[in-house]
């Protein structure tokens, strides 16, 4: 292989621009020439390629979002899509692609892997909800993120004897949740994975923890739980101060919990993972995920990775819940 592309895909994360470097570097010292693919599979398909030199990834390792932007495609989807997309990496000699992004993304790299054209999976987003790995580039900075805003929710909130919901991300899954419900002390914690109810999880957990003299109260909700038609989180901020008298309010955190600076974390998964890519495709092997197994870097055959599952930490949700 003497020539390759990289793209990242999906909703960006902070870690995708270390990731970029590390696969830019690896690629170079290999002697293989890069061709960076702006705003993933949408530019694949119109021709939105740039060489990419060790100069030009030098000053973008402690940056978040991803610089080679990011997309979602439902053309790509088709076959004619992809066909145009083949036919653009073949004009270049693109032998084989790193694409960074979450299972959408690898969808797409298992069918363009399919129709000949090499790919390799690395899992950036912030919701670690890829089944295959432990670990999603990203996830780390994010629960920073949201325990720092958490502070400063609790220092009103414990001035003003308050409960304060507050949604974080994570799509249909509980990780950033839960993770940062721990770091956080919540009161309680509400995860699409584990069923809840409003008087045991949220009015009982209140109640027990005003009886030991607490008087403030952070409960942390996952997206899955309480966006898109769902009940809000100030809708149980309402029922909440209806049903026991404290002033509750609520705060959906949103976008900042995407971008920020990656945390040391972040970068030294992404700078291994980036680089384990480089290397399989060098070695003439594509159609592969690359993943974090109990601190390890690994990899699995997308097929399989797409199959597997992941269920969410009882241990941890009992520090919370329990
Ligand atoms: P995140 O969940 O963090 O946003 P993601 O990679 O799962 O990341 P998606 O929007 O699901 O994000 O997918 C990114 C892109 O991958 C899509 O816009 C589409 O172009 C491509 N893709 C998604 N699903 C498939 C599929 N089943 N087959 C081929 N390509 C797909």
């Given at each position: 292989?003497?020539?390759?592309?990289?793209?990242?895909?999906?909703?960006?994360?902070p870690g995708m621009n270390p990731a970029v470097r590390a696969a830019v570097l690896a690629a170079h010292s290999a002697g293989l020439t890069v061709f960076g693919v702006n705003r993933g599979y949408?530019?694949?398909?119109?021709?939105?390629?740039?060489?990419?030199?060790?100069?030009?990834?030098?000053?973008?390792?402690?940056?978040?979002?991803?610089?080679?932007?990011?997309?979602?495609?439902?053309?790509?989807?088709?076959?004619?899509?992809?066909?145009?997309?083949?036919?653009?990496?073949?004009?270049?000699?693109?032998?084989?692609?790193?694409?960074?992004?979450?299972?959408?993304?690898?969808?797409?790299?298992?069918?363009?892997?399919?129709?000949?054209?090499?790919?390799?999976?690395?899992?950036?987003?912030?919701?670690?909800?890829?089944?295959?790995?432990?670990?999603?580039?990203?996830?780390?900075?994010?629960?920073?993120?949201?325990?720092?805003?958490?502070?400063?929710?609790r220092d009103t909130s414990y001035s003003h004897d308050r409960v304060m919901f507050v949604e974080v991300m994570g799509r249909g899954a509980g990780w950033l949740a839960l993770t940062s419900a721990v770091a956080s002390g919540a009161t309680a914690v509400l995860l699409p994975?584990?069923?809840?109810?409003?008087?045991?999880?949220?009015?009982?957990?209140?109640?027990?923890?005003?009886?030991?003299?607490?008087?403030?109260?952070?409960?942390?909700?996952?997206?899955?739980c309480t966006a898109d038609g769902k009940e809000s989180v100030d809708e149980l901020a309402k029922r909440t101060q209806a049903a026991t008298g404290l002033e509750s309010r609520s705060v959906v955190l949103g976008h900042v919990q995407r971008g920020g600076i990656p945390t040391v974390r972040d970068r030294v998964i992404a700078a291994q993972m980036g680089t384990r890519a480089v290397q399989l495709l060098q070695d003439g092997i594509g159609n592969r995920v690359v993943a974090l197994k109990a601190e390890a870097v690994v990899d699995y055959d997308i097929f399989q990775a797409l199959k597997m599952s992941k269920s969410i930490d009882t241990k941890l949700y009992a520090l919370v819940n329990g």
């Open positions: 292989m003497k020539t390759i592309g990289i793209l990242t895909s999906g909703g960006d994360s949408a530019g694949m398909m119109e021709n939105d390629f740039a060489e990419l030199s060790p100069a030009y990834v030098a000053d973008i390792v402690n940056r978040g979002g991803t610089v080679l932007y990011s997309a979602r495609s439902k053309e790509f989807c088709t076959e004619d899509g992809m066909t145009k997309a083949i036919a653009n990496c073949r004009s270049r000699g693109i032998e084989g692609v790193v694409v960074i992004g979450g299972d959408g993304s690898f969808r797409g790299a298992r069918d363009l892997s399919e129709r000949g054209l090499p790919c390799v999976g690395v899992p950036g987003t912030i919701d670690n909800d890829i089944a295959c790995t432990d670990y999603t580039i990203g996830y780390d900075t994010c629960l920073n993120t949201i325990a720092d805003m958490v502070d400063r929710i994975e584990i069923e809840w109810d409003f008087d045991r999880d949220v009015l009982a957990a209140i109640r027990r923890e005003q009886a030991q003299g607490k008087r403030y109260f952070i409960i942390i909700a996952a997206e899955g």
